[in-house]
């Protein structure tokens, strides 16, 4: 299993920019989809993450600007993100907790649920 981003760039403050990220890797059933992002000297820290259910929270500092989607069968996830300012600046990554599915057309069973990270994708917000 492996995740790839894309969408990321630079954007003057205000604008906007919609990340996407796509799972692949045969059959999958996803859990948890969050994207995080880490600025430089900083921890990584969460931004949005949404459910299975759709269940969405956001970091304080996004809320209002920000928008995770999910798309199930897509195996895919996106952010939406509105009135960029210079602090959102950082190296922005999806996290998905995903389980394997394997079997045949008669029997199907699901792999241990594990934790995966996509490779990064960089935005930038000049002022």
């Known amino acids: 299993v492996w995740l790839v981003e894309s969408g990321g760039g630079e954007v003057p403050a205000g604008g906007s920019l919609r990340l996407s990220c796509a799972a692949s890797g045969g059959l999958l059933l996803i859990h948890a989809v969050g994207w995080y992002r880490q600025a430089p000297g900083n921890p990584r820290e969460l931004v949005a993450a949404?459910?299975?259910?759709?269940?969405?929270k956001y970091a304080e500092s996004v809320k209002g600007r920000f928008t995770i989607s999910r798309h199930n069968t897509e195996y895919s996830t996106y952010l939406e993100m509105a009135d960029l300012k210079p602090e959102d600046t950082a190296i922005y990554y999806c996290n998905m907790d995903i389980s394997p599915i394997y079997g045949d057309a008669r029997v199907w069973y699901r792999g241990d649920e594990k934790e995966y990270w996509g490779q990064g994708t960089q935005v930038t917000v000049s002022s």
């Open positions: 949404i459910s299975r259910g759709n269940v969405t």
